[in-house]
Protein backbone atom coordinates (compact mmCIF):
# COMPACT_ATOMS: atom_id res chain seq x y z
CA UNK A 1 0.00 0.00 0.00
CA UNK A 2 3.02 2.10 0.82
CA UNK A 3 3.80 1.37 -2.67
CA UNK A 4 0.78 2.51 -3.99
CA UNK A 5 0.91 5.79 -1.99
CA UNK A 6 4.26 6.99 -3.12
CA UNK A 7 3.34 6.44 -6.76
CA UNK A 8 -0.34 7.95 -6.61
CA UNK A 9 0.10 10.42 -3.34
CA UNK A 10 1.36 14.09 -3.43
CA UNK A 11 3.52 13.51 -0.06
CA UNK A 12 5.50 16.94 0.15
CA UNK A 13 8.63 16.08 2.65
CA UNK A 14 10.55 18.36 5.40
CA UNK A 15 13.29 19.75 3.49
CA UNK A 16 15.64 18.05 6.34
CA UNK A 17 14.76 14.54 5.06
CA UNK A 18 15.43 15.19 1.72
CA UNK A 19 18.71 16.88 1.55
CA UNK A 20 22.33 16.16 1.82
CA UNK A 21 25.28 17.43 3.50
CA UNK A 22 26.82 19.18 0.63
CA UNK A 23 23.85 21.27 -0.15
CA UNK A 24 23.56 21.78 3.75
CA UNK A 25 26.52 23.78 3.10
CA UNK A 26 25.83 25.40 0.35
CA UNK A 27 22.42 26.57 1.75
CA UNK A 28 23.97 27.57 4.81
CA UNK A 29 26.74 29.94 2.79
CA UNK A 30 23.53 31.29 0.55
CA UNK A 31 21.97 32.53 4.18
CA UNK A 32 24.97 34.04 5.17
CA UNK A 33 25.11 36.12 2.21
CA UNK A 34 20.98 36.82 2.13
CA UNK A 35 21.40 38.09 6.04
CA UNK A 36 24.31 40.64 5.43
CA UNK A 37 22.47 41.46 2.47
CA UNK A 38 19.67 42.13 4.47
CA UNK A 39 21.30 43.74 7.57
CA UNK A 40 22.24 45.90 4.85
CA UNK A 41 19.24 47.32 2.90
CA UNK A 42 16.87 48.76 5.77
CA UNK A 43 15.39 50.80 2.99
CA UNK A 44 14.11 50.24 -0.63
CA UNK A 45 16.83 53.02 -1.18
CA UNK A 46 19.74 50.86 0.29
CA UNK A 47 18.13 47.70 -0.96
CA UNK A 48 18.76 49.32 -4.10
CA UNK A 49 22.65 50.93 -3.65
CA UNK A 50 23.55 47.34 -1.77
CA UNK A 51 22.30 45.59 -5.17
CA UNK A 52 23.81 48.07 -7.23
CA UNK A 53 27.00 47.04 -5.48
CA UNK A 54 26.80 43.43 -5.84
CA UNK A 55 25.57 43.61 -9.45
CA UNK A 56 29.09 45.81 -10.55
CA UNK A 57 31.21 43.78 -8.65
CA UNK A 58 29.87 41.07 -10.71
CA UNK A 59 30.72 42.77 -13.94
CA UNK A 60 27.35 44.70 -14.70
CA UNK A 61 27.34 47.95 -16.04
CA UNK A 62 24.66 50.76 -16.54
CA UNK A 63 22.65 50.56 -19.29
CA UNK A 64 23.75 53.63 -22.13
CA UNK A 65 21.26 55.85 -23.54
CA UNK A 66 22.53 54.88 -26.90
CA UNK A 67 23.03 50.89 -26.13
CA UNK A 68 21.97 48.54 -29.13
CA UNK A 69 20.01 45.32 -28.55
CA UNK A 70 21.15 43.45 -25.59
CA UNK A 71 24.08 41.30 -26.66
CA UNK A 72 24.51 38.06 -25.68
CA UNK A 73 25.96 37.64 -22.27
CA UNK A 74 25.88 41.51 -21.80
CA UNK A 75 25.26 42.37 -18.33
CA UNK A 76 23.23 45.83 -17.74
CA UNK A 77 21.08 47.14 -15.01
CA UNK A 78 19.26 50.93 -14.65
CA UNK A 79 18.69 52.23 -11.51
CA UNK A 80 15.40 54.29 -11.54
CA UNK A 81 16.09 56.92 -9.14
CA UNK A 82 17.46 54.91 -6.38
CA UNK A 83 14.87 53.10 -5.25
CA UNK A 84 14.10 50.47 -7.83
CA UNK A 85 16.69 48.73 -10.11
CA UNK A 86 15.92 46.56 -13.07
CA UNK A 87 18.84 44.02 -14.25
CA UNK A 88 19.41 42.04 -17.39
CA UNK A 89 21.64 39.49 -18.76
CA UNK A 90 21.89 38.91 -22.56
CA UNK A 91 20.40 35.89 -23.97
CA UNK A 92 21.21 33.49 -26.98
CA UNK A 93 17.71 33.91 -28.29
CA UNK A 94 16.44 37.54 -29.37
CA UNK A 95 14.25 39.43 -27.42
CA UNK A 96 11.46 38.40 -29.99
CA UNK A 97 11.34 35.22 -28.26
CA UNK A 98 10.55 36.41 -24.96
CA UNK A 99 12.75 36.65 -21.81
CA UNK A 100 12.75 35.10 -18.61
CA UNK A 101 11.78 38.56 -15.49
CA UNK A 102 11.40 37.88 -12.07
CA UNK A 103 9.90 40.61 -9.78
CA UNK A 104 10.40 41.21 -6.71
CA UNK A 105 9.54 44.41 -4.48
CA UNK A 106 12.28 46.09 -1.85
CA UNK A 107 9.75 48.48 -0.13
CA UNK A 108 8.60 47.20 3.09
CA UNK A 109 6.36 48.29 5.88
CA UNK A 110 7.41 51.24 8.40
CA UNK A 111 6.94 54.58 9.91
CA UNK A 112 7.46 57.52 7.41
CA UNK A 113 8.19 61.06 8.77
CA UNK A 114 5.19 63.52 8.12
CA UNK A 115 7.05 66.59 6.13
CA UNK A 116 6.54 68.79 8.75
CA UNK A 117 7.04 66.09 11.17
CA UNK A 118 8.99 67.82 14.41
CA UNK A 119 6.97 68.99 17.81
CA UNK A 120 7.47 69.42 21.14
CA UNK A 121 5.06 68.51 24.01
CA UNK A 122 5.08 68.83 28.08
CA UNK A 123 9.11 69.50 26.73
CA UNK A 124 9.59 66.23 25.13
CA UNK A 125 10.87 66.15 21.32
CA UNK A 126 8.21 63.86 18.96
CA UNK A 127 8.26 63.55 15.46
CA UNK A 128 5.00 62.61 13.64
CA UNK A 129 4.53 59.91 11.40
CA UNK A 130 2.30 58.19 8.81
CA UNK A 131 2.81 54.52 8.45
CA UNK A 132 3.72 53.12 5.44
CA UNK A 133 2.13 49.51 4.02
CA UNK A 134 -0.23 47.09 5.92
CA UNK A 135 0.75 46.97 9.77
CA UNK A 136 -0.36 46.03 13.04
CA UNK A 137 0.44 49.41 14.68
CA UNK A 138 1.06 48.25 18.40
CA UNK A 139 3.73 46.54 17.56
CA UNK A 140 5.56 49.38 16.34
CA UNK A 141 5.72 50.81 20.26
CA UNK A 142 8.45 50.19 22.37
CA UNK A 143 11.07 48.69 19.93
CA UNK A 144 14.24 50.51 19.15
CA UNK A 145 14.22 52.19 15.86
CA UNK A 146 16.20 54.00 13.46
CA UNK A 147 16.24 57.15 10.89
CA UNK A 148 17.12 56.50 6.97
CA UNK A 149 16.56 58.85 4.14
CA UNK A 150 17.25 61.80 2.51
CA UNK A 151 16.41 65.07 2.54
CA UNK A 152 16.73 67.25 -0.82
CA UNK A 153 18.05 70.76 -0.04
CA UNK A 154 17.07 74.00 -2.26
CA UNK A 155 20.60 74.21 -3.63
CA UNK A 156 19.89 70.58 -5.76
CA UNK A 157 22.00 68.69 -3.15
CA UNK A 158 20.72 65.58 -1.15
CA UNK A 159 21.64 64.97 2.39
CA UNK A 160 22.04 61.32 3.32
CA UNK A 161 20.37 60.77 7.09
CA UNK A 162 21.04 57.47 8.40
CA UNK A 163 20.58 57.47 12.32
CA UNK A 164 20.84 54.24 14.67
CA UNK A 165 22.45 52.05 12.40
CA UNK A 166 26.47 52.84 13.99
CA UNK A 167 26.48 50.34 17.53
CA UNK A 168 27.78 54.10 19.51
CA UNK A 169 24.36 55.98 17.39
CA UNK A 170 21.51 56.91 19.23
CA UNK A 171 18.02 55.09 18.82
CA UNK A 172 14.59 56.24 18.61
CA UNK A 173 11.27 54.70 19.90
CA UNK A 174 7.42 55.13 19.99
CA UNK A 175 6.76 54.63 23.93
CA UNK A 176 3.57 52.65 24.86
CA UNK A 177 1.22 53.23 28.43
CA UNK A 178 2.20 51.07 31.34
CA UNK A 179 -0.26 48.26 31.75
CA UNK A 180 -1.28 49.89 35.26
CA UNK A 181 -2.75 52.64 33.58
CA UNK A 182 -3.63 51.16 30.65
CA UNK A 183 -7.27 49.58 30.96
CA UNK A 184 -8.84 51.94 29.19
CA UNK A 185 -6.64 51.09 26.56
CA UNK A 186 -7.44 47.16 26.75
CA UNK A 187 -10.48 47.36 26.43
CA UNK A 188 -10.06 48.96 22.45
CA UNK A 189 -9.45 46.13 19.99
CA UNK A 190 -6.16 45.66 18.90
CA UNK A 191 -6.60 47.57 15.57
CA UNK A 192 -7.90 51.36 17.67
CA UNK A 193 -5.46 50.15 20.55
CA UNK A 194 -2.72 52.36 19.20
CA UNK A 195 -3.94 54.86 16.65
CA UNK A 196 -1.53 56.04 13.56
CA UNK A 197 -1.72 59.82 15.11
CA UNK A 198 -0.40 58.28 18.24
CA UNK A 199 2.52 56.89 16.36
CA UNK A 200 4.83 59.68 17.14
CA UNK A 201 9.07 58.66 17.76
CA UNK A 202 10.54 60.39 20.84
CA UNK A 203 13.65 62.20 19.94
CA UNK A 204 15.04 64.11 22.76
CA UNK A 205 14.22 66.12 25.49
CA UNK A 206 16.81 68.33 26.71
CA UNK A 207 16.47 72.03 26.30
CA UNK A 208 18.22 74.45 24.04
CA UNK A 209 19.51 77.39 26.69
CA UNK A 210 17.89 80.42 27.54
CA UNK A 211 14.49 82.02 27.68
CA UNK A 212 11.42 80.96 25.71
CA UNK A 213 8.99 78.34 24.02
CA UNK A 214 9.93 75.11 21.94
CA UNK A 215 13.22 74.80 23.10
CA UNK A 216 13.36 71.00 22.78
CA UNK A 217 12.64 71.43 19.26
CA UNK A 218 15.20 73.74 19.28
CA UNK A 219 18.02 71.90 20.37
CA UNK A 220 16.97 69.03 18.33
CA UNK A 221 16.83 71.20 15.12
CA UNK A 222 20.31 72.26 15.98
CA UNK A 223 21.51 68.93 16.06
CA UNK A 224 20.26 67.79 12.86
CA UNK A 225 21.90 70.83 11.41
CA UNK A 226 25.13 70.01 13.14
CA UNK A 227 25.08 67.00 11.62
CA UNK A 228 22.90 67.26 8.05
CA UNK A 229 23.44 70.94 7.90
CA UNK A 230 19.32 70.78 7.52
CA UNK A 231 16.72 73.42 8.71
CA UNK A 232 13.08 72.59 9.53
CA UNK A 233 12.26 73.22 6.10
CA UNK A 234 14.17 70.98 4.49
CA UNK A 235 12.04 68.11 6.13
CA UNK A 236 9.72 69.57 4.01
CA UNK A 237 11.58 68.10 0.97
CA UNK A 238 13.01 65.07 2.87
CA UNK A 239 11.94 61.26 3.07
CA UNK A 240 12.61 59.65 6.15
CA UNK A 241 11.72 56.32 7.13
CA UNK A 242 11.42 54.77 10.79
CA UNK A 243 12.43 51.00 10.14
CA UNK A 244 13.72 48.47 13.24
CA UNK A 245 16.62 48.60 14.37
CA UNK A 246 17.19 44.88 15.25
CA UNK A 247 19.92 43.35 14.18
CA UNK A 248 19.58 40.33 11.80
CA UNK A 249 19.82 37.19 13.47
CA UNK A 250 19.84 33.35 13.35
CA UNK A 251 16.58 31.84 15.42
CA UNK A 252 16.13 28.44 17.11
CA UNK A 253 18.37 26.61 18.69
CA UNK A 254 19.13 24.61 15.82
CA UNK A 255 19.94 27.94 13.56
CA UNK A 256 17.56 26.71 11.59
CA UNK A 257 15.57 30.39 10.79
CA UNK A 258 15.98 33.65 10.39
CA UNK A 259 14.53 36.78 11.97
CA UNK A 260 15.02 39.89 10.37
CA UNK A 261 13.15 43.25 9.08
CA UNK A 262 11.61 43.82 6.06
CA UNK A 263 12.39 39.82 4.90
CA UNK A 264 8.88 40.72 2.60
CA UNK A 265 10.21 41.11 0.04
CA UNK A 266 13.72 41.31 0.39
CA UNK A 267 14.02 37.38 0.91
CA UNK A 268 13.13 36.73 -2.52
CA UNK A 269 14.71 40.41 -3.84
CA UNK A 270 17.87 38.82 -2.63
CA UNK A 271 17.05 35.41 -4.01
CA UNK A 272 17.01 36.61 -8.15
CA UNK A 273 19.79 38.87 -7.55
CA UNK A 274 21.73 36.35 -6.23
CA UNK A 275 20.12 33.99 -9.50
CA UNK A 276 21.04 36.87 -11.89
CA UNK A 277 24.54 37.13 -10.78
CA UNK A 278 25.11 34.01 -11.28
CA UNK A 279 24.04 34.11 -15.08
CA UNK A 280 26.68 33.88 -18.08
CA UNK A 281 24.94 33.52 -21.38
CA UNK A 282 21.05 32.04 -20.69
CA UNK A 283 19.16 31.10 -23.27
CA UNK A 284 16.37 33.72 -23.19
CA UNK A 285 17.27 37.09 -21.62
CA UNK A 286 17.17 37.38 -18.24
CA UNK A 287 15.43 40.23 -16.27
CA UNK A 288 15.58 41.00 -12.66
CA UNK A 289 13.48 43.69 -11.15
CA UNK A 290 14.06 45.09 -7.70
CA UNK A 291 10.42 47.18 -7.33
CA UNK A 292 9.19 49.63 -5.49
CA UNK A 293 5.69 50.36 -3.90
CA UNK A 294 4.27 47.41 -3.90
CA UNK A 295 3.18 47.74 -0.36
CA UNK A 296 1.18 50.69 -1.29
CA UNK A 297 -0.26 48.98 -4.62
CA UNK A 298 2.82 49.26 -7.03
CA UNK A 299 1.92 52.72 -8.01
CA UNK A 300 4.11 55.62 -8.70
CA UNK A 301 7.48 56.00 -10.98
CA UNK A 302 9.19 52.98 -9.54
CA UNK A 303 6.04 51.07 -8.75
CA UNK A 304 5.82 47.79 -11.19
CA UNK A 305 3.02 49.47 -12.94
CA UNK A 306 4.96 52.22 -13.82
CA UNK A 307 6.27 52.29 -17.64
CA UNK A 308 9.67 52.64 -16.78
CA UNK A 309 9.71 48.34 -16.86
CA UNK A 310 8.92 49.10 -20.49
CA UNK A 311 11.31 51.59 -21.20
CA UNK A 312 13.36 49.46 -20.03
CA UNK A 313 12.48 46.51 -22.49
CA UNK A 314 12.49 48.75 -25.14
CA UNK A 315 16.47 49.47 -24.71
CA UNK A 316 16.73 45.78 -24.44
CA UNK A 317 14.66 45.24 -27.57
CA UNK A 318 16.73 48.35 -28.91
CA UNK A 319 14.33 48.14 -32.73
CA UNK A 320 14.75 44.57 -33.39
CA UNK A 321 11.24 43.95 -32.21
CA UNK A 322 8.32 45.74 -30.47
CA UNK A 323 8.11 45.68 -26.84
CA UNK A 324 4.56 44.05 -27.15
CA UNK A 325 5.81 41.32 -28.77
CA UNK A 326 8.61 40.21 -26.60
CA UNK A 327 6.12 40.14 -23.47
CA UNK A 328 3.48 38.43 -25.12
CA UNK A 329 6.23 35.33 -25.44
CA UNK A 330 8.09 36.10 -21.75
CA UNK A 331 7.73 34.02 -18.63
CA UNK A 332 7.63 36.25 -15.52
CA UNK A 333 8.07 35.02 -11.96
CA UNK A 334 6.41 36.86 -9.50
CA UNK A 335 8.87 36.17 -6.47
CA UNK A 336 7.35 37.44 -3.54
CA UNK A 337 6.56 36.00 -0.09
CA UNK A 338 3.38 34.17 1.26
CA UNK A 339 2.60 33.45 4.80
CA UNK A 340 3.49 30.35 6.40
CA UNK A 341 1.24 27.84 8.50
CA UNK A 342 1.54 29.14 11.96
CA UNK A 343 0.53 26.38 14.66
CA UNK A 344 -0.22 28.93 17.01
CA UNK A 345 -3.16 29.97 15.20
CA UNK A 346 -4.06 27.22 12.69
CA UNK A 347 -7.57 28.69 12.63
CA UNK A 348 -6.71 31.39 9.83
CA UNK A 349 -5.44 28.27 7.52
CA UNK A 350 -6.43 25.47 5.50
CA UNK A 351 -3.74 23.25 6.69
CA UNK A 352 -3.75 20.77 2.99
CA UNK A 353 -3.09 23.75 0.87
CA UNK A 354 -1.22 26.31 3.37
CA UNK A 355 2.89 26.42 3.11
CA UNK A 356 4.78 25.04 5.55
CA UNK A 357 8.65 25.96 6.96
CA UNK A 358 11.22 23.44 5.61
CA UNK A 359 9.22 22.57 3.06
CA UNK A 360 10.66 24.95 0.27
CA UNK A 361 9.77 27.63 -1.64
CA UNK A 362 5.86 28.54 -2.78
CA UNK A 363 4.30 27.98 -5.62
CA UNK A 364 0.96 30.32 -5.22
CA UNK A 365 -1.41 29.80 -8.16
CA UNK A 366 -3.33 32.45 -7.24
CA UNK A 367 -3.53 35.35 -4.32
CA UNK A 368 -6.17 37.72 -3.89
CA UNK A 369 -9.28 37.71 -1.61
CA UNK A 370 -13.04 37.20 -1.71
CA UNK A 371 -13.36 34.52 -5.10
CA UNK A 372 -9.86 35.51 -5.66
CA UNK A 373 -10.65 39.03 -6.70
CA UNK A 374 -7.54 40.96 -7.70
CA UNK A 375 -5.84 37.78 -8.14
CA UNK A 376 -3.35 37.16 -11.27
CA UNK A 377 -4.61 33.07 -11.49
CA UNK A 378 -1.29 31.30 -13.23
CA UNK A 379 -3.02 28.75 -15.87
CA UNK A 380 -2.64 25.20 -15.48
CA UNK A 381 0.22 24.52 -18.11
CA UNK A 382 2.10 27.68 -16.35
CA UNK A 383 1.99 25.69 -13.11
CA UNK A 384 2.91 22.63 -14.86
CA UNK A 385 5.94 24.19 -16.06
CA UNK A 386 6.94 25.14 -12.75
CA UNK A 387 6.28 22.07 -11.54
CA UNK A 388 8.88 20.96 -14.12
CA UNK A 389 11.41 23.14 -13.91
CA UNK A 390 11.98 22.79 -10.76
CA UNK A 391 11.82 19.14 -10.33
CA UNK A 392 14.61 18.90 -13.18
CA UNK A 393 16.61 21.55 -11.19
CA UNK A 394 16.12 19.46 -7.38
CA UNK A 395 14.14 22.51 -6.39
CA UNK A 396 11.75 21.71 -3.44
CA UNK A 397 8.87 22.88 -3.85
CA UNK A 398 5.01 23.15 -1.98
CA UNK A 399 2.20 24.22 -3.86
CA UNK A 400 0.14 26.93 -1.18
CA UNK A 401 -2.55 29.34 -0.75
CA UNK A 402 -2.40 32.20 1.63
CA UNK A 403 -4.89 31.88 4.51
CA UNK A 404 -8.15 30.27 4.29
CA UNK A 405 -10.69 31.21 1.71
CA UNK A 406 -12.55 34.33 3.23
CA UNK A 407 -10.19 34.83 5.69
CA UNK A 408 -8.84 37.63 3.97
CA UNK A 409 -5.48 38.04 1.47
CA UNK A 410 -3.25 39.73 0.05
CA UNK A 411 -1.84 40.79 -3.40
CA UNK A 412 1.55 40.83 -5.47
CA UNK A 413 2.87 42.64 -8.05
CA UNK A 414 1.80 39.57 -10.21
CA UNK A 415 -1.54 41.04 -12.01
CA UNK A 416 0.25 44.21 -12.98
CA UNK A 417 2.79 41.61 -15.09
CA UNK A 418 0.17 39.37 -16.31
CA UNK A 419 -1.93 42.82 -17.74
CA UNK A 420 1.10 43.18 -20.10
CA UNK A 421 0.39 39.82 -21.57
CA UNK A 422 2.87 38.19 -19.86
CA UNK A 423 2.34 34.81 -18.63
CA UNK A 424 3.14 35.07 -14.90
CA UNK A 425 3.09 32.89 -11.51
CA UNK A 426 3.87 33.69 -7.65
CA UNK A 427 6.57 32.17 -6.03
CA UNK A 428 8.07 32.87 -2.92
CA UNK A 429 9.53 31.82 0.19
CA UNK A 430 6.92 31.37 3.34
CA UNK A 431 7.00 33.95 6.10
CA UNK A 432 6.08 33.85 9.95
CA UNK A 433 4.68 37.48 11.40
CA UNK A 434 4.57 38.46 8.06
CA UNK A 435 4.61 42.74 8.29
CA UNK A 436 6.07 42.65 11.72
CA UNK A 437 8.90 44.68 12.64
CA UNK A 438 10.48 41.00 12.75
CA UNK A 439 9.60 38.73 10.25
CA UNK A 440 10.85 35.05 9.97
CA UNK A 441 11.99 32.30 7.61
CA UNK A 442 13.52 29.08 7.45
CA UNK A 443 16.79 29.05 5.85
CA UNK A 444 15.97 25.79 4.04
CA UNK A 445 13.10 27.89 2.09
CA UNK A 446 15.45 30.85 1.16
CA UNK A 447 18.01 28.98 -0.12
CA UNK A 448 14.97 26.82 -2.57
CA UNK A 449 13.79 29.94 -3.45
CA UNK A 450 16.97 31.37 -4.82
CA UNK A 451 17.72 27.51 -6.31
CA UNK A 452 13.68 27.81 -8.00
CA UNK A 453 14.88 31.55 -9.19
CA UNK A 454 17.90 30.05 -11.15
CA UNK A 455 16.43 27.40 -12.49
CA UNK A 456 13.42 29.79 -13.80
CA UNK A 457 16.30 32.13 -15.06
CA UNK A 458 18.50 28.74 -16.68
CA UNK A 459 14.93 27.11 -18.14
CA UNK A 460 15.97 25.48 -21.68
CA UNK A 461 12.59 26.37 -23.42
MN1 LIG B 1 5.43 41.14 -0.50
MN1 LIG C 1 3.85 42.70 2.05
Redesign the pocket.
Known amino acids: MDEMKEKLFYQPKNGYDVIDAAERLALEDYCRRYMAYLDAARTEREAVTEAVKLAEAAGFTPLGETDGPIQPGQKVYWNNRGKSLLLAVGGKKPMRDGFVVEAAHVDA ?1 RLDLKQLPLFEDSELGYLRTHYY ?2 IKKYQWTAIPLELHGVAALKDGSVAEIVIGRDKDDPQFVVTDLLPHLAADQMQKTMAKGVEGEKLCILVGSVPYAGEGTDRVKLAVMSLLNDRYGITEADLISAELEAVPAFDVRELGLDRSMIGGYGQ ?2 RVCAFAELAAILDQDTPERTAVCILADK ?2 IGSVGVSGMKSQAFERFIEKLCGGQCGVQESFSNSFCVSAD ?1 TAALDPMYPEVSEKQNAARLNYGVGFCKFTGSRGKSGASDASAELVGYLRRLCDDAGVVWQMCELGKVDQGG ?1 GTVALYMADRDIDTIDAGVPVLS ?2 APFETTAKFDCYMTYKCMKAAYEAKD
Do not use: K, R, T
Open positions: PGGDDEEVGMH
